[in-house]
């Protein structure tokens, strides 16, 4: 395969991933607006920690994705799985874009949200493995860092569009008694549409050599026993995974949220300081991910690990009480920094660990059961600490995740110099 056709699928296969994760952004980023349409009851602490339990319920159907499209993508093709994952994210959000309010048929609008979020969690728990499967496998072995980085690019870019869209709406196009009423259906209108693409650019694209050459070798136990016999792989998936899922919800998804609702900012300029740090996030992953070709994936991780243990409380603390937005800017790409470390390498760090007939499945279901407990119910929780009056607890919740993230790091070998990808045998 020539290095042309290798970087178009690679391109192919990140714009699906995309188009997933904006799907899955604009429901965190329109919640401030729909949330009193389905949940009109209490303050406003109230109606986000309702929206927030439906969020986390989405998670929970993660591992059953993780699984089942993980299994799909080991037996019949990354792009089998790949397919069927942004479908499925498609029809979730057509569903929210049309379900009416709770003035119009009750409870039943928050069922309908709640199942909507149950596709559209299954969809992102299928993705991330086979996903970050194929974006391993198709990258040359010399920079698998640095291509294998560009799923966390599509991951920020998609909450990028979200947030970009959402200030669209906010400066230029619509009042804010019209993104209340009805303007919020836009993103989710545009997210189904574009999964169309994603549909077309996904049905175009070549499997990996690796799964091709897996193929010869059926295995015969099923794929949950098959990955039993990779104990310490799995374990290493759920630590990192643990500390890095929290760091990345926390400072990403809920910050917008949070500057709303702890540090004072109206809903625009929420919006604009997560933008603006997001798309420094972005920029990140692949001079992180070129790094970790050079000096290994397990520095980069230990960095992480110990700049979110230490420095966690203290930059939440930072950015509860700022009061401009350059200020609250400055924290906020102080805490994603940070974060690069893990986002930047935790997919090809992943994959390393696993061989090829077990690979999807291995990095995403454990990942996925893992966000499922800690990513899904880190805003949650953010929110009931602050109902109780403990805000500040959060940041040590956050640290200690990462502080497990840092022990398993320490401790564990270096991909980049014992990587399954060059073989069948698991390198952890």
Not at 78 to 89: C, D, E, F, H, I
Not at 191 to 201: E, M, P, R
């Amino acid at each position: 395969m020539s290095h042309r056709q290798r970087l178009r699928y690679i391109l192919s296969g990140s714009a699906g991933n995309l188009v997933e994760y904006f799907d899955w952004a604009i429901y965190a980023a329109f919640a401030l607006y729909f949330a009193p349409l389905f949940f009109p009851e209490g303050d406003q602490t109230a109606q986000l920690l309702n929206n927030a339990a439906i969020f986390a319920v989405g998670f929970v159907f993660r591992p059953l994705g993780g699984w089942l499209l993980g299994s799909l993508a080991d037996r019949k093709g990354r792009k089998s799985a790949l397919l069927l994952s942004v479908s499925l994210m498609c029809l979730g959000s057509l569903i929210i874009a049309c379900t009416p309010g709770y003035a119009a048929i009750g409870n039943w609008a928050p069922a309908l949200l709640l199942i909507a979020r149950m596709l559209q969690g299954f969809s992102i728990g299928g993705e991330y493995g086979s996903s970050a499967t194929y974006l391993s496998e198709m990258a040359g072995a010399k920079h698998r860092g640095y291509y294998s980085s560009f799923q966390y690019v599509t991951i920020v870019l998609g909450q990028l569009l979200a947030l970009g869209l959402l200030m669209l709406l906010q400066r230029y196009l619509l009042s804010s008694d019209q993104l209340h009423a009805w303007g919020w259906r836009i993103p989710f209108v545009a997210g189904g549409t574009l999964a169309v693409l994603a549909i077309w650019l996904r049905g175009n694209m070549a499997e990996t050599a690796a799964f091709a050459a897996s193929r010869r070798h059926p295995q015969r136990r099923t794929p949950l026993r098959e990955l039993a016999r990779h104990p310490r792989a799995v374990f290493t998936v759920v630590a990192l995974t643990a500390g890095g899922t929290v760091s990345y919800y926390t400072f990403t998804v809920y910050m917008q949220k949070f500057l709303v609702n702890t540090s004072g900012f109206s809903k625009d300029d929420a919006t604009l300081i997560c933008s603006l740090g997001l798309l420094v996030f972005m920029a990140l992953q692949p001079v992180f991910g070129l790094i970790s070709d050079y000096i290994g994936r397990r520095t980069l991780l230990i960095g992480f690990g110990l700049g979110a243990t230490l420095f966690t409380a203290p930059l939440l603390s930072l950015l509860a009480a700022a009061h401009s937005v350059e200020t609250a800017l400055g924290w906020y790409v102080c805490a994603l920094l940070i974060t690069s470390g893990y986002s930047s390498v935790n997919a090809i760090v992943k994959a390393e660990l696993f061989p090829v007939h077990i690979r999807a499945l291995g990095v995403g279901f454990p990942y996925a059961l893992t966000v499922a407990l800690f990513g899904g119910s880190a805003e949650y929780l953010a929110l009931w600490l602050k109902s109780q009056g403990h805000p500040e607890w959060f940041g040590y919740y956050v640290s200690g995740c990462a502080a497990l993230a840092l022990c398993v790091a320490i401790s564990m070998k270096e991909p980049l110099r014992e990587s399954a990808l060059d073989s069948d045998e698991p390198a952890a």
